[in-house]
């Protein structure tokens, strides 16, 4: 069965902080994995999805990683804000369900807190 | 372009009651899912369709059946609601294309059943 595992559940930083968000897999047969934000009480936004055969993507101040070999990825946050305060998920499509279809299996989420 | 909606955004059900949830789509996207968030459990999958006129299960399905009638649109029902069936309930839609795997989101329904 493939877990996807995010560590740590919750951070707190202080604004300006460069900080990592950490992502892991135990099954490399996946097809991408989609790093997700999700502010209170509202949807999920993608953010960057890496191909299976890339190693980064950024956007703006967000840089990924994905290691399939090891089955994991980081999210990289440089010079955080108090508006990048929300839960941040990873999730992968998994070739044993449906990851072809786009069938995703999340993670739990990092919630993110950037104090003034 | 509105994207993915979602009706209702909130409802309290009692036991035993039915309703239909409603998934609206405008980017002419195939793939549609519904996925149940819960505290400490995260997002899974319910059901997801392919394309109009197909529905499949996903990891949590029993208790509820989808619909996909129309490209647009994907519908959810409980036809006996239950407790355990309290959450937050979010669709999605992708596109079928190459590099479309990027999932778009709705804002969810937050279903409470007392």
């Known amino acids: 069965k493939q877990e996807v595992t995010q560590i740590p559940a919750a951070l707190s930083v202080p604004e300006g902080e460069n900080l990592v968000l950490n992502c892991s897999f135990t099954?490399?047969?996946?097809?991408?994995l989609q790093w997700f934000r999700q502010d209170p009480g509202k949807g999920l936004t993608s953010l960057l999805l890496i191909q299976s055969s890339q190693r980064e993507q950024t956007s703006g101040r967000l840089n990924a990683s994905l290691d399939k070999s090891s089955g994991r990825s980081t999210l990289y946050i440089a010079a955080s804000q108090p508006g990048d305060s929300a839960t941040y998920l990873c999730a992968v499509p998994w070739a044993n369900y449906g990851g072809s279809q786009g069938n995703l299996i999340f993670g739990k989420g990092t919630k993110l807190s950037v104090k003034p | 372009n509105a994207g993915v909606t979602q009706t209702p955004k909130f409802r309290v059900l009692k036991t035993g009651q039915s309703m239909t949830l409603l998934c609206a789509q405008d980017m002419n996207h195939e793939y549609m899912y519904w996925y149940r968030q819960d505290p400490g459990m995260g997002l899974r999958l319910i059901h997801y369709?392919?394309?109009?006129?197909?529905?499949a299960k996903g990891e949590v399905p029993d208790g509820y059946n989808v619909s996909r009638l129309k490209k647009q649109n994907f519908l959810l029902g409980l036809e006996s609601a239950a407790p355990s069936q309290t959450s937050v309930y979010f669709c999605?839609?992708?596109?079928?294309?190459?590099?479309?795997?990027?999932?778009?989101f709705g804002p969810g329904t937050r279903l409470t059943v007392l």
């Open positions: 369709s392919v394309g109009e006129g197909t529905t």
């Open positions: 999605a839609s992708r596109g079928s294309g190459r590099y479309t795997d990027t999932q778009y």
């Open positions: 099954d490399s047969a996946i097809y991408n």
